[in-house]
């Protein structure tokens, strides 16, 4: 009797020597590194206002004028002229970092002095929309110093309804680092 309690203390005993080196090699310890960059900060200043210049409407249509201020009056009873111009943009920040282009995404509207509520649909006010960048997929990557540039065009909608005046409106163009 008193061997079987004697292998039955050493069985425990072995048993637990075993459970306690498993728990030896289940630990282990790595060493990793830490990073953080820091990034100047993003200054965004608008050089120049988006002008379509000087049109004269007698129906309904569209101009555009490209980021690269390639101007699109081909609407049948638009006729433009005058000096039309893109908006431009300078950007600073971080030296060779890549910067996202914020564009809006919907429709900014342009008023004649004259809107009220008693204004007809369309009679006060244009339509801007479809905004483009000048830079590839809207992201541009600063220069050595960390300065960049970009401009931006757009399109407007008549409905023919337009009285004449001048139309103005502004709207909001945001970078941030990619």
């Keep these: 009797m008193i061997k079987t309690i004697r292998f039955g203390a050493a069985g425990i005993a072995l048993f637990a020597a075993m459970g306690m080196s498993n728990a030896a090699f289940a630990q282990e310890t790595a060493n990793a590194t830490a990073t953080a960059e820091v990034l ?11 002008d379509f210049g000087t049109m004269v409407v007698d129906g309904a249509g569209t101009v555009s004028l490209a980021a690269d201020g390639t ?6 009873d638009i006729v433009c002229s005058g000096t039309s111009s893109v908006a431009a ?3 600073t920040g ?9 564009l809006p995404t919907g429709d900014i509207d342009l008023n004649h002095p004259d809107l ?8 006060h006010t244009i339509v801007l929309n479809a905004f483009v960048s000048s830079e ?3 992201e ?16 407007i909608t008549f409905d023919g309804n337009e009285a004449a005046g001048i139309y103005t409106g502004s709207f ?7």
């Design 40 to 50: 100047d900060s993003l200054t965004l200043n608008n050089s120049a206002g988006l």
């Design 71 to 76: 101007l699109d009056c081909s609407a049948a």
């Design 89 to 91: 943009f300078d950007v």
């Design 94 to 102: 971080t030296a060779n970092k890549a910067v996202t282009i914020n």
């Design 116 to 123: 009220s509520a008693a204004s007809l649909p369309g009679q």
């Design 136 to 138: 590839a997929g809207n």
């Design 140 to 155: 541009i990557t600063l220069d050595g110093a960390g300065d960049g540039n970009f401009t931006v065009g757009g399109t």
């Design 172 to 178: 909001d163009v945001s970078v941030e680092y990619s």
